[in-house]
């Protein structure tokens, strides 16, 4: 079975500045899919960035960047300028590429609080 | 922008009573999934649907909860009866094709108090 785990219960950045919320997960396959949720306080799930397993470039959608470490299984969301509206738990998601495996795996979530 | 549709948002009632928690998918979505999330256990899956038919429901006790996809349009989660360790925030999420790289997309959730 697969696990999902952050390491990070909660974590605080400066608004404008940097911050990276790490993700690892155990898995036998090596084919499979890598998420981020946002959920903030209204309990949305909103998706924020996904990756490939056999794509070895690392995703990106705008402020939101994720550093793929496939062989050390480690998954990490970089937000850049993060802002207030970045406040919110983050959770890293795990999917099987195999047809009967579609549920996500999700981890512990992350709070993260922006200070402005 | 579709979105999924669940209803009730919130629900309070009394132990031993019967809840059902409602969810239209996004139109055109083949797949269906339930999630409870606990401050204890986190989000965690109780049970999906492809093309209407149940293909996993391991994570649902099953003595007291039922899923259903009556048509493709309605997904519903049953709880009968009700106790107070089923209070938590139910989910429903649905996606395109199974081991997609596709996400799936949530529903804005129930919030289930049982009293």
């Known amino acids: 079975a697969q696990t999902v785990t952050q390491s990070q219960p909660e974590m605080s950045v400066q608004e404008a500045e940097t911050v990276t919320l790490s993700c690892t997960y155990d898995?036998?396959?090596?084919?499979?899919?890598l998420f981020w949720y946002k959920q903030p306080p209204s309990r949305q799930m909103i998706l924020v960035i996904r990756?490939?397993?056999?794509?070895?470039q690392n995703a990106t959608e705008n402020r939101f960047s994720v550093n793929f470490q496939k062989a050390a299984k480690s998954f990490s969301l970089k937000i850049s300028d993060s802002q207030l509206g970045d406040a919110a738990m983050y959770f890293c998601?795990?999917?099987?590429?195999?047809?009967?495996?579609?549920?996500?795996?999700f981890g512990e979530g992350t709070q993260l609080t922006v200070n402005p | 922008d579709a979105r999924v549709t669940q209803t009730p948002r919130h629900k309070v009632t009394e132990m031993g009573q019967e809840v059902t928690m409602r969810c239209q998918p996004i139109?055109?979505?083949?797949?269906v999934f339930w999630y409870r999330q606990t401050m204890m256990q986190g989000l965690e899956l109780l049970a999906y649907?492809?093309?209407?038919?149940?293909?996993?429901d391991s994570g649902m006790p099953k003595d007291r909860f039922s899923a259903e996809m009556p048509d493709a349009t309605l997904a519903t989660l049953k709880i009968q009866p009700s106790e107070p360790r089923d209070s938590a925030v139910y989910f429903c999420?649905?996606?395109?094709?199974?081991?997609?790289?596709?996400?799936?997309?949530f529903g804005d959730g129930t919030r289930l108090s049982i009293l």
């Open positions: 990756q490939e397993a056999y794509k070895q």
């Open positions: 998601a795990y999917r099987s590429a195999r047809t009967s495996g579609s549920r996500l795996t």
């Open positions: 898995t036998s396959e090596s084919d499979y899919y």
């Open positions: 139109l055109g979505h083949n797949t």
């Open positions: 999420a649905s996606g395109l094709n199974s081991g997609s790289h596709q996400p799936q997309h």
């Open positions: 649907f492809r093309n209407r038919a149940p293909l996993d």
